[in-house]
């Protein structure tokens, strides 16, 4: 059983940065696809980024294209979601996910969920 556990969120005013960390339980971690998804209240959960086992292959929302990147370190077991020139509207709790690939964690499907972390935007 893998279990995910992000960090690195919190309070940041319009326009600045935060990477957000997802640290995985073992060294299966390089056989998964990752993703970001993130939820604010009363919303449903929205995809963000996803990357291949290899980190080969990236797919970001249209949202945060240019804004966000995703990346991961197989030997640290971590994902990373780079965030830059956040808006308020990208205010919600951001959770890993891992799945069997890149397009199982785009349909929401992953196997695996983080408990998340807050970020929040202000303006």
């Known amino acids: 059983q893998v279990q995910l556990v992000e960090s690195g969120g919190g309070l940041v005013q319009a326009g600045g940065s935060l990477r957000l960390s997802c640290a995985a339980s073992g060294r299966t971690f390089s056989s998964y696809a990752m993703g970001w998804f993130r939820q604010a209240p009363g919303n449903e959960r929205e995809f963000v980024a996803a990357i291949s086992w290899s980190g080969g292959n990236k797919v970001y929302a249209d949202s945060v294209k240019g804004r966000f990147t995703i990346s991961r370190d197989n030997a640290k077991n971590t994902v990373y979601l780079q965030m830059n020139s956040l808006k308020p509207e990208d205010t919600a709790v951001y959770y890993c996910?891992?799945?069997?690939?890149?397009?199982?964690?785009?349909?929401?499907?992953?196997?695996?969920w983080g408990q998340g972390t807050q970020v929040t935007v202000s303006s």
């Open positions: 996910a891992a799945g069997e690939g890149i397009y199982t964690i785009y349909r929401n499907e992953g196997r695996y």
